[in-house]
C-alpha cells in the first residue's frame, strides 16, 4: 500500500477513526509520519496526543463524586502548582504535558484517577513485558544484570558478595529450567 500522503513510499503507518460509527483509514510512511509527528491527517482536520489528553483530563469532574465537592476543592487550595517548574494543573490539561518529573507527583491525586479509568485500574508499571508473556525473559533479564553485578564485585575484590550473587544466579538459572520445562 502507498502513502496517501506523498504517493511516493509504502505506507507503513496505519490508523483508523471510527466517530459515530463512520470509520475512517489512513496510511501514511514513516517519512510523513516523522513531518507531521504530532498529528495524524483525517479529512475532518488534524488530531494529537495531547488533546486526547486534555481531553481525558477535562473529563476529570465527572470522575470525582460530585461537581460541587470539586469546586469547594479547588477554592480551598487556590491553584494547584508544580513547586520545581512551576506549572499549574489548569496548563497541564490545556497542554497535555508535564513541565518536568517532579509534575507526577504534586498533580498525582488528579492524575490517579484518569489513569485507572484509561488503564483498566491499573496505576502501576509493571515494565514494558507483562509478567503472564514475558516468562522466562524476566528471569534472563535478572540474571544478566546479575551476572554485570558479579563482575564488578570480583574487580572491588568482594569476594564473599561475589559469592552470594553467584549463588543466586544459580537458582534463578534452575527457576529458568523449570519454567522451560513447564512451557513445553
Known amino acids: 500500500m502507498i502513502c496517501q500522503e506523498c504517493q ?59 461537581g460541587e465537592q470539586q469546586n469547594q476543592l479547588f477554592k480551598t487550595n487556590d491553584v ?29 491525586d488528579q492524575i490517579i484517577p484518569i489513569l485507572k479509568r484509561v488503564h483498566g485500574g491499573n496505576t502501576e508499571h509493571s515494565g514494558k513485558i507483562p509478567k503472564r508473556i514475558g516468562g522466562d525473559i524476566h528471569i534472563r533479564k535478572q540474571i544478566e544484570q546479575l551476572k554485570s553485578k558479579i563482575h564488578e564485585l570480583i574487580v572491588q575484590e568482594e569476594f564473599e558478595q561475589a559469592a552470594n550473587v553467584r549463588d543466586e544466579i544459580r537458582t534463578l538459572e534452575k527457576e529458568l529450567h523449570n519454567v522451560r520445562e513447564e512451557g513445553l
Open 8 to 66: 511516493e513510499r509504502p505506507a507503513t503507518f496505519h490508523f483508523t477513526k471510527v466517530i459515530n460509527g463512520e470509520k475512517t483509514e489512513v496510511h501514511i510512511c514513516e517519512h510523513c509520519a516523522k513531518e507531521n509527528s504530532e498529528k495524524f491527517m483525517f479529512d475532518g482536520g488534524g488530531f494529537s496526543f495531547n488533546s486526547l489528553l486534555a481531553g481525558l483530563l477535562n473529563m476529570e469532574p465527572a470522575l470525582t463524586k460530585s
Open 80 to 108: 494547584l502548582q508544580c513547586k520545581r517548574c512551576r506549572m499549574t494543573f489548569q496548563q497541564f490539561s490545556k497542554v497535555g504535558r508535564f513541565g518536568c518529573s517532579n509534575c507526577y507527583k504534586a498533580f498525582e
